[in-house]
């Protein structure tokens, strides 16, 4: 017996409590099997890709794309427990050929009786049919199409038109991977019109990226000002950082660092065959420093259970690395930092910088983190009072690498010189522990011979 069935957002992770609808996968009338991906969402963490629980006929979309819901709204139904065949009606052949046109933008077809109308779309069918095939990526198509293409074949002659590069039919949702979507976003360019070139009809990077260079229309402007809606990972780290900055007493200490001997280590690790392949950067030793001055002043990688009473000490220490992207500050972490090897460590640090550039940092990837560096420097700035990521005790701020006069073995010589500023939480870190901490990172890298004797 068909039933509908109503699926709610769930939780992507960390007791997250709503999300944003980016892009459907689907449209009333399609066709779904378990584990079809069905909507893409961006959380206050992370995009997302949900696929589907039921298996059946999509009969409604309940929200719109660039809607914010909260979880457990229902946001898809589902009709399921029947044979799709039983509830397809037949289209005219005259409303499936006014979809193959040259410009489908222009084409209009007839809506079926009781269509349902989402976001300003229409739909056309109720369902496709039986499936009878595995369930795969393929192109949208309109359902017209789909079933005046099955009525012909039936009838065993073959009219049907061939494809058209680069069009897609009215209604059709473009095909894009969760990172070429978000390159589409962060460049301002509609993957609604770019010709796509990939397989089955995916939009590629190289589409997006030649859709740039041709020139994206520039954004609608009324007035002398433009508004932004504050959602997703910008609203989510204002409540954080506005949380921390006066749910914990900062303090911050400066100091500045002679790395020249840190900035010789890294050229030497570049050729270095045992390195070869993994980026290398200041930003590894100085990630290896913080984590060997952890194991000196364990009492940094804590944090503060206000309920409890509790100061509680943290026996690992997941590394978060601040990472500005487009959707905003990310902190992702690397987990058990402190036993990674050197070679280990940089692989990591590459493969979170890639993650993050990319958007497909998860949730759990920015959860459980216990101190954080953020790498100021790669912005041309000497230094800052950073922010506590929420829940740690500790944050270390890098500035750039610079060449100045400094004093070294009794002459004014020119040396690359850095400033270190460490924030810590005054609740859990006095300042004999802090600037002890910043003291022992600094001493590391103005002689990095004495973090090798500790690899």
Excluded: C
Aim: aromatic share 4%.
């Amino acid at each position: 017996m068909p039933t509908v069935q109503q699926f709610r957002l769930p939780d992507a992770g960390e007791g997250l409590t709503e999300a944003e609808i980016v892009s459907w996968r689907v449209r009333p009338g399609d066709t779904v099997a378990v584990n079809d991906p069905i909507v893409e969402i961006e959380t206050a963490k992370s995009l997302v890709e949900l696929p589907s629980p039921f298996a059946g006929v999509i009969t409604e979309l309940l929200v719109a794309e660039g809607d914010t819901v909260q979880v457990g709204t229902p946001i898809i139904a589902v009709r399921t427990g029947g044979p799709a065949a039983d509830i397809v009606p037949v289209v005219p052949l005259a409303a499936a050929a006014a979809v193959v046109v040259a410009d489908n933008r222009a084409a209009q077809v007839p809506a079926a009786e009781g269509a349902v109308t989402v976001g300003g779309r229409t739909s056309v069918l109720v369902g496709y049919g039986p499936r009878t095939t595995a369930a795969s990526r393929r192109p949208r198509t309109n359902p017209a199409v789909i079933k005046q293409s099955a009525v012909i074949k039936q009838s065993g002659v073959s009219t049907e038109p061939g494809p058209v590069p680069g069009l897609r039919p009215v209604g059709a949702a473009p095909l894009a991977k969760p990172p070429v979507r978000k390159l589409a976003r962060d460049l301002g360019i509609d993957l609604g019109v770019v010709p796509a070139t990939g397989p089955d009809g995916i939009v590629t990077r190289d589409d997006v990226e030649r859709a740039s260079r041709q020139g994206p229309a520039a954004p609608e402007r009324t007035g002398s000002e433009t508004r932004i809606p504050i959602k997703g990972v910008r609203r989510a780290t204002a409540a954080a950082m506005t949380a921390s900055a006066f749910g914990a007493p900062h303090v911050t200490e400066w100091v500045q660092v002679d790395v020249t001997r840190s900035v010789r280590l890294v050229t030497r690790l570049r050729t270095d065959p045992g390195f070869e392949g993994v980026k290398v950067s200041p930003l590894l030793l100085v990630a290896k420093a913080l984590l060997l001055a952890v194991r000196q002043y364990p009492g940094v990688n804590a944090s503060w259970d206000a309920g409890a009473g509790e100061i509680v000490l943290k026996h690992q220490v997941n590394l978060g690395i601040a990472a500005a992207t487009p959707r905003g500050l990310l902190v992702p972490n690397i987990k058990d930092a402190g036993t990674l090897s050197l070679h280990d460590l940089a692989v990591a640090l590459g493969e979170l910088a890639r993650t993050a550039r990319e958007g497909r940092s998860t949730p759990s990837d920015q959860a459980g983190g216990t101190i954080t560096i953020t790498n100021v420097g790669v912005f041309g700035v000497d230094g800052g009072t950073p922010i506590l990521n929420p829940g740690e005790a500790a944050i270390l701020a890098v500035g750039q690498i610079r060449q100045l006069p400094w004093v070294h073995k009794g002459k004014v010589k020119p040396r690359w010189v850095t400033t270190l500023a460490l924030s810590f939480d005054h609740r859990l870190v006095d300042g004999d522990l802090g600037s002890r901490f910043l003291a022992a990172i600094a001493a590391i890298l103005e002689d990095p011979a004495t973090a090798l004797l500790q690899l």
